[in-house]
């Protein structure tokens, strides 16, 4: 099946024609807990916590989604992540992420896991070369996020993972920003696939949420076991919301991306943006490895405009159609500042590490008209 067919059918075929009903979509199974016929026999579905109709519809089509054999639905991205964290690390161990990563997976690591002695480095994955170099006996997984937030670099997760695998570390790629529609890291070799389901996979920017997609068994017994156990699992109601979602993903994204371009090359060429990271471009410096291993190139853009933080506060003064907000992957048009924003919890010195300067914007584009949004940009930018 092409992603557009398992994109609308997949999620509610697991309940199609099975219930009483014959419902169309998925019903959204409220109930918290499920009746047995005796003590040691529970039906299908005993607890919430632990299964639901409606988020295993949902799982099921995450699954298919990553071109997994399992998914899992939690109730943030950062809630999925805690839960790998939990999983598979244990007091001791070490993790390698890239340096520019989302401000709250970095702050997770240093400021909540650091607690139980677990130790994280931030290096630059875009090259491979000197990756060996970074491994301590203690590194159990590589943390990639590609493209990366908010610096929009690309990691090569096939080269990663054949350099990871040989030390039995396990590679987990965050791919909320291209979604399973434009990227499957499982097929690239990764062995762990994570989202924050809160932007593009639900797309209207209206439920939290997070998911895992895998293949080893093994793997999948000790995280889901984590899940249940401790509960960061996604509601009902919300299962609903990522399906509903789910299913308009294949026109979202290439409508995301179709304006994400225009924009960029629009930025390119405005006298007041010093530099604009888009890997669709061709100045990219890793345009030809986006697109080696993905379908497209997103709806996220990163800038630099000239002036400073002052300049950036009289942009978005000035902008009308794209609102002030964190977060990405709705279909309305946000732009952020992450150095004070969505990045803030690094110190200026980590973020100066990363590449985050003071002037750097970053904006997730809409599916609005590509000329309105121009037309609001251009509007901002010749004022200030
Ligand atoms: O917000 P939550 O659903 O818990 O997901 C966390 C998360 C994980 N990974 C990436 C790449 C993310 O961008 C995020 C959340 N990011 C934002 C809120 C943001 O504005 O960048």
Redesign the pocket.
């Known amino acids: 099946m092409k992603k557009e067919t398992i994109v609308v059918r997949t999620g509610d075929s697991l309940y199609q024609n099975k219930l009483y009903s014959r419902d169309v979509v998925t019903p959204i199974h409220l109930s918290s807990t499920n009746s047995r016929d005796e003590i040691d026999k529970p039906g299908m579905f005993e607890y919430v916590r632990c299964d639901n109709p409606t988020r295993n519809s949902l799982e099921h089509q995450l699954a298919k989604l990553e071109n997994a054999k399992y998914g899992i639905a939690f109730a943030?991205?950062?809630?999925a992540?805690t839960t790998i964290l939990l999983s598979l690390l244990k007091a001791g161990d070490h993790i390698i992420a890239c340096s520019d990563?989302?401000g709250?997976?970095k702050r997770l690591v240093d400021k909540v896991f650091n607690n139980f002695n677990i130790e994280g480095s931030y290096i630059n994955l875009t090259a491979t070369e000197n990756l060996e170099s970074s491994f301590k006996p203690t590194t159990r997984i590589i943390w990639i996020?590609t493209p990366s937030?908010?610096m929009m670099l690309l990691a090569d997760i096939q080269k990663i993972s054949q350099i990871a695998h040989k030390h039995n570390i396990l590679v987990v790629v965050?791919n909320?920003?291209l979604t399973p529609f434009f990227q499957n890291p499982l097929d690239l070799g990764a062995d762990i696939v994570?989202h924050?389901?809160?932007?593009y996979l639900g797309g209207h920017s209206d439920v939290?949420?997070?998911a895992i997609m895998l293949n080893d068994d093994s793997l999948y017994e000790k995280i889901r076991f984590v899940h249940t156990a401790t509960g960061g699992v996604l509601a009902p109601f919300d299962s609903y919301l990522v399906m509903r979602g789910i299913k308009t993903l294949a026109v979202r994204m290439e409508a995301h991306q179709k304006n994400a371009l225009a924009l960029a090359q629009f930025l390119e060429k405005h006298p007041k943006v010093d530099k604009v990271y888009y890997p669709g471009l061709a100045s990219h410096p890793q345009h030809s490895l986006a697109i080696k291993q993905a379908r497209g190139f997103g709806g996220m853009i990163s800038f630099e405009l000239k002036g400073g933080e002052k300049k950036v506060r009289d942009l978005f003064s000035h902008l009308k159609l794209f609102i002030l907000a964190?977060?990405?992957g709705g279909v309305e048009s946000l732009i952020?500042h992450p150095a004070t924003?969505?990045h803030v919890s690094m110190s200026k010195q980590e973020q100066q590490e990363a590449g985050i300067t003071d002037s750097l914007i970053r904006v997730s584009v809409g599916i609005e008209n590509i000329d309105d949004l121009i037309e609001d940009m251009e509007g901002g930018l010749n004022t200030i």
């Open positions: 943030s991205g950062l809630a992540e990563l989302y709250g997976t996020e937030n908010p965050d909320t920003f994570i924050s389901g809160t932007k939290l949420n997070g964190e977060s990405l952020e924003m969505t």
